[in-house]
């Protein structure tokens, strides 16, 4: 019975996974490096870099709910930190954020417009928009970065997007959980949500019940955008200055993350909770490295360890759950 | 029941996959209250046909008509808000959602939140788990479990629920029966029954012409993406039609040319 009801449990959450292993890493972090992981500091550190690749996250989590997947976000990202920062200095930054959006938008719908018209995989069409935007960022710099100097970022604009602490962690980090519980309720609440996870598990089931399949994997696409974008909105919020290389790689952190918080890429199942909890447990283990001392050149190795074990436990996991 | 207007007529209708010739100068018309057999072997087109019916593909040439008015664009959503409802043998249901989500899934019923759509949960699961119930779900099953942990019948059983619970003018049954227990294969023959003599247009898929000879009031034959016999069943018996279905189009020419 209680065996039943485990199985039920983890077949509905395919979070759980992701979860046991951030409990078990918080736990092993903290053991082992004598206050100097868990302390607010580091902590708060942790929750910023969370914020942001976290919201990225979310954006890719909902792409790979439709069966296809963007990875192109690292560029978007860093075009968004660019415009808003180019922006901010001559305009407020709640404009120069809206203006960073927008174009997050735009190359969200030049990815979906692309990969719904032309049927070509997502894959290569946004591994041609990664480049693009990549090569448009470095050109826009020529080799320098924008930046806005630290004097000048203490307006409430420029706290509100990731530029300050709020009860001791970044402002950015309250983005994120709006930004999840908005997208959880639509994912989970609404006609939306539901089309979205259907064309996932069947494109073409979807499609006979009458669900505008392409229209749909294109909202997508334009939400990830919006929210890769505004992620390097934040970035740049905190930092205060973007180059052409800002995101860089920061592709691949997302597709680990919402691998780790058990969202399948085949599409259709997808965990918004678990792809936080993914880019919590990426952040926590970087911030690790740093603290322990270990050089950061190891972490690539680490986050391709890491989520070749994730995705094999969560497969033995999901099988068991589906065994009568 | 007004045979001169057909709620659906097909005229001359053609499809075309690349090379291959789906359709070929299909012309049928299905009139309301009237329950049409849909018969022939593997690969003669019937269910290419009703999926034109329903919308998943687009005519090559010919006309459809739906209620005297041409359908111009074909979408399975402006063949369901027409009130087409279809139960499919290979698609409609998605492995990845529950039962209650699988059931509306593209009619959701939505209470309004300050103006958000919000799932009616208490309305889906309730409505879903009853309707699905009758046709062999287990009491066991939540609604809410996912669609890939049912059986073929119960599977089917989802889809005729559907098909079912909304109010339509045509149901299309695409073997409805396959997967089916005896006493289930029989309480959706009735339901076929029922649902023409409520004034619905059913069309009825399947190779098995004696089943569909006893329910239905006309039998139309395909072969080859072709149209080869449209006969009353009351001038017709089951076993001429299976000669018809044996022998291919050759059987009818030689009787048209008699």
Same mark, same amino acid.
């Given at each position: 019975?209680?065996?039943?009801?485990?199985?039920?449990?983890?077949?509905?959450?395919?979070?759980?996974?992701?979860?046991?292993?951030?409990?078990?890493?918080?736990?092993?972090?903290?053991?082992?490096?004598?206050?100097?992981?868990?302390?607010?500091?580091?902590?708060?550190?942790?929750?910023?870099?969370?914020?942001?690749?976290?919201?990225?996250?979310?954006?890719?989590?909902?792409?790979?709910?439709?069966?296809?997947?963007?990875?192109?976000?690292?560029?978007?990202?860093?075009?968004?930190?660019?415009?808003?920062?180019?922006?901010?200095?001559?305009?407020?930054?709640?404009?120069?954020?809206?203006?960073?959006?927008?174009?997050?938008?735009?190359?969200?719908?030049?990815?979906?417009?692309?990969?719904?018209?032309?049927?070509?995989?997502?894959?290569?069409?946004?591994?041609?928009?990664?480049?693009?935007?990549?090569?448009?960022?470095?050109?826009?710099?020529?080799?320098?970065?924008?930046?806005?100097?630290?004097?000048?970022?203490?307006?409430?604009?420029?706290?509100?997007?990731?530029?300050?602490?709020?009860?001791?962690?970044?402002?950015?980090?309250?983005?994120?959980?709006?930004?999840?519980?908005?997208?959880?309720?639509?994912?989970?609440?609404?006609?939306?949500?539901?089309?979205?996870?259907?064309?996932?598990?069947?494109?073409?089931?979807?499609?006979?019940?009458?669900?505008?399949?392409?229209?749909?994997?294109?909202?997508?696409?334009?939400?990830?955008?919006?929210?890769?974008?505004?992620?390097?909105?934040?970035?740049?919020?905190?930092?205060?200055?973007?180059?052409?290389?800002?995101?860089?790689?920061?592709?691949?952190?997302?597709?680990?993350?919402?691998?780790?918080?058990?969202?399948?890429?085949?599409?259709?199942?997808?965990?918004?909770?678990?792809?936080?909890?993914?880019?919590?447990?990426?952040?926590?283990?970087?911030?690790?490295?740093?603290?322990?001392?270990?050089?950061?050149?190891?972490?690539?190795?680490?986050?391709?360890?890491?989520?070749?074990?994730?995705?094999?436990?969560?497969?033995?996991?999901?099988?068991?759950?589906?065994?009568? | 029941?007004?045979?001169?207007?057909?709620?659906?007529?097909?005229?001359?209708?053609?499809?075309?996959?690349?090379?291959?010739?789906?359709?070929?100068?299909?012309?049928?018309?299905?009139?309301?209250?009237?329950?049409?057999?849909?018969?022939?072997?593997?690969?003669?087109?019937?269910?290419?046909?009703?999926?034109?019916?329903?919308?998943?593909?687009?005519?090559?040439?010919?006309?459809?008509?739906?209620?005297?008015?041409?359908?111009?664009?074909?979408?399975?959503?402006?063949?369901?808000?027409?009130?087409?409802?279809?139960?499919?043998?290979?698609?409609?249901?998605?492995?990845?959602?529950?039962?209650?989500?699988?059931?509306?899934?593209?009619?959701?019923?939505?209470?309004?939140?300050?103006?958000?759509?919000?799932?009616?949960?208490?309305?889906?699961?309730?409505?879903?788990?009853?309707?699905?119930?009758?046709?062999?779900?287990?009491?066991? *099953?939540?609604? !809410?479990?996912?669609?890939?942990? +049912? /059986?073929?019948? @119960? $599977?089917?059983? #989802?889809?005729?629920?559907?098909?079912?619970?909304?109010?339509?003018?045509? *149901?299309?049954? !695409?073997?409805?029966?396959?997967? +089916? /227990?005896?006493? @289930? $294969?029989?309480? #959706?023959?009735?339901?076929?029954?029922?649902?023409?003599?409520?004034?619905?247009?059913?069309?009825?898929?399947?190779?098995?012409?004696?089943?569909?000879?006893?329910?239905?009031?006309?039998?139309?034959?395909?072969?080859?993406?072709?149209?080869?016999?449209?006969?009353?069943?009351?001038?017709?018996?089951?076993?001429?039609?299976?000669?018809?279905?044996?022998?291919?189009?050759?059987?009818?020419?030689?009787?048209?040319?008699?």
């Amino acid at each position: 019975m209680l065996k039943s009801e485990i199985k039920r449990l983890v077949r509905r959450h395919t979070e759980i996974g992701i979860l046991f292993i951030s409990l078990c890493l918080v736990l092993l972090f903290t053991l082992t490096s004598e206050g100097r992981w868990a302390n607010a500091y580091n902590i708060g550190t942790i929750l910023q870099v969370t914020a942001t690749l976290g919201l990225m996250t979310l954006g890719v989590a909902l792409v790979i709910g439709t069966g296809e997947i963007d990875i192109s976000v690292g560029s978007t990202f860093g075009i968004g930190a660019l415009i808003y920062l180019w922006f901010a200095v001559r305009i407020d930054p709640v404009f120069a954020a809206l203006l960073a959006v927008g174009a997050g938008a735009l190359i969200g719908a030049f990815n979906g417009i692309l990969v719904t018209r032309t049927k070509t995989p997502s894959l290569i069409i946004t591994l041609g928009s990664l480049m693009i935007f990549r090569g448009l960022a470095i050109a826009l710099t020529d080799g320098f970065s924008f930046s806005v100097p630290y004097k000048e970022r203490d307006g409430f604009s420029y706290s509100v997007l990731g530029g300050a602490e709020f009860l001791g962690i970044n402002t950015g980090f309250y983005w994120l959980v709006a930004g999840l519980a908005v997208l959880l309720i639509a994912l989970k609440m609404t006609p939306w949500g539901n089309w979205l996870l259907a064309v996932g598990g069947s494109a073409a089931s979807a499609h006979s019940r009458g669900v505008r399949v392409e229209r749909i994997k294109l909202s997508a696409f334009v939400v990830c955008g919006v929210l890769a974008a505004f992620a390097g909105t934040l970035e740049a919020s905190k930092l205060g200055f973007a180059d052409g290389s800002m995101g860089r790689l920061m592709e691949l952190q997302a597709i680990a993350a919402c691998v780790l918080g058990g969202c399948v890429l085949a599409g259709g199942r997808i965990s918004l909770p678990g792809a936080v909890l993914g880019a919590f447990v990426l952040s926590s283990v970087q911030s690790y490295l740093v603290v322990t001392g270990v050089r950061p050149q190891w972490f690539i190795l680490l986050l391709g360890l890491i989520v070749v074990f994730a995705a094999l436990g969560d497969r033995t996991l999901r099988r068991w759950s589906l065994k009568n | 029941m007004n045979k001169q207007t057909p709620l659906i007529q097909i005229k001359n209708l053609d499809l075309h996959f690349g090379a291959f010739h789906a359709l070929k100068n299909v012309s049928v018309d299905f009139h309301a209250g009237e329950l049409v057999g849909l018969v022939g072997d593997n690969g003669a087109g019937k269910t290419t046909l009703i999926r034109v019916l329903c919308g998943i593909h687009t005519p090559s040439a010919g006309e459809v008509y739906f209620d005297g008015t041409r359908v111009k664009t074909f979408h399975p959503k402006l063949a369901i808000d027409q009130g087409i409802e279809t139960i499919q043998q290979s698609v409609g249901l998605c492995d990845n959602l529950s039962i209650a989500r699988n059931f509306y899934l593209g009619r959701e019923p939505v209470k309004r939140f300050c103006g958000l759509p919000l799932l009616d949960f208490a309305k889906m699961r309730e409505m879903s788990g009853r309707v699905i119930r009758q046709f062999g779900l287990r009491e066991n *099953v939540s609604v !809410d479990d996912e669609v890939e942990r +049912l /059986s073929g019948g @119960e $599977r089917q059983s #989802v889809k005729i629920g559907r098909a079912v619970e909304f109010k339509n003018r045509v *149901v299309i049954m !695409d073997e409805p029966t396959n997967h +089916l /227990s005896v006493r @289930e $294969r029989e309480h #959706v023959n009735e339901l076929a029954l029922q649902l023409r003599d409520q004034g619905l247009l059913v069309i009825y898929i399947t190779h098995d012409i004696f089943q569909v000879h006893r329910l239905a009031d006309r039998i139309v034959i395909m072969e080859n993406g072709e149209k080869i016999e449209d006969a009353s069943t009351e001038t017709m018996s089951a076993e001429a039609l299976e000669e018809v279905i044996r022998q291919g189009g050759r059987i009818v020419e030689k009787r048209d040319a008699v």
